[in-house]
């Protein structure tokens, strides 16, 4: 059974970097692309972007610039990093497993930033 | 972009559901899936190639449609069912969700 399991600080100020680490337990961690997903209110979910066990990425445009996203192969974990935050990067963060589709997700993190 | 109507759908158990998703542009090879999530937690898959159950979903939960147009169908509404429903498509990038329709008993 795959079970993604992912942790990070919950609370940031404006312009700090929100950083986020999210484990694979369970099946194979190449052959899939892994994801960040995010969620709020007021936009709704919206994907982030993905990674594969190469390190080959695709992120959306809409966060490209703040957006980096890696790979650590020997511990089948994959991070999120977001530059320059703002109140609205506030949301829940989620990682997935992307097979096609988003079959295997994580408990969520919510990230809140506030001055 | 993905939209979904109705935002709420009010029914009762035992009743039949039926969300619709609506994209922008054609969505290639039935890539669009259908989530179902409850407060407080993860969205979980429920159907994937627009048609196809995921692993251990009940066979009342099934999805259809092509090109732009799809729908979700619940054929009769269990306790467990009342949550909030999302669209997906993984076709063109940047992947996209629609707003979700919330199942409400009625």
């Known amino acids: 059974q795959v079970q993604l399991q992912q942790w990070g600080a919950g609370l940031l100020k404006p312009s700090e970097t929100l950083s986020l680490t999210c484990a694979v337990y369970g099946g194979s961690f190449s052959g899939f692309y892994w994801s960040w997903i995010r969620q709020t209110p007021g936009k709704g979910l919206e994907w982030i972007g993905d990674?594969?066990?190469?390190?080959?990425?695709n992120y959306n445009p809409s966060l490209k610039s703040r957006v980096t996203m890696s790979v650590d192969t020997s511990k089948n974990r994959f991070s999120l990093t977001l530059t320059s935050v703002s109140t609205a990067d506030t949301a829940v963060y989620f990682c997935?497993?992307?097979?096609?589709?988003?079959?295997?997700w994580g408990q969520g993190t919510l990230v809140t930033v506030s001055s | 972009v993905l939209t979904q109507s109705p935002d709420t759908l009010s029914l009762s158990p035992g009743e039949r559901a039926t969300l619709s998703c609506r994209a922008s542009q054609s969505v290639a090879s039935r890539y669009l899936a259908w989530y179902q999530q409850k407060p407080g937690q993860a969205p979980r898959l429920l159907i994937y190639?627009?048609?196809s159950r995921a692993a251990g979903i009940p066979d009342r939960f099934s999805g259809s449609g092509s090109g732009t147009d799809f729908t979700l169908t619940i054929s009769t509404l269990e306790p467990e069912d009342f949550a909030v429903y999302y669209c997906h498509q993984y076709s063109n990038s940047p992947w996209t969700f629609g707003r979700g329709t919330k199942v409400e008993i009625k």
């Open positions: 990674i594969n066990h190469r390190g080959s990425t």
């Open positions: 190639g627009a048609s």
């Open positions: 997935a497993r992307r097979d096609y589709t988003l079959d295997y």
